[in-house]
């Protein structure tokens, strides 16, 4: 079930595989890529992603600061 939208319009969920916008200091540090674990329903519904470069940790973001690969 897709329960987010992209920067790019459209959908991903918790299990996708996603990548953060090229403008965060993360895309340019080479933390690109990452799976989606988990979200929050927030007034800012933050979207919670693993990043494959820095395992073990979690990154919570809105959902347009990501989009499905």
């Known amino acids: 079930m897709k329960t987010h939208t992209g920067y790019d319009g459209n959908g ?3 299990g996708d595989r996603v990548e953060i916008h090229p403008g965060t200091d993360l895309w340019i540090r080479g933390a690109r890529y990452g799976t989606v674990v ?15 470069k820095l395992p073990g940790r979690i990154f919570a973001a809105t959902e347009d600061t990501f989009k499905a690969v």
């Open 12 to 14: 991903y969920g918790i």
């Open 38 to 52: 988990g979200s929050s329903l927030t007034p800012l519904d933050r979207v919670k992603v693993e990043m494959d």
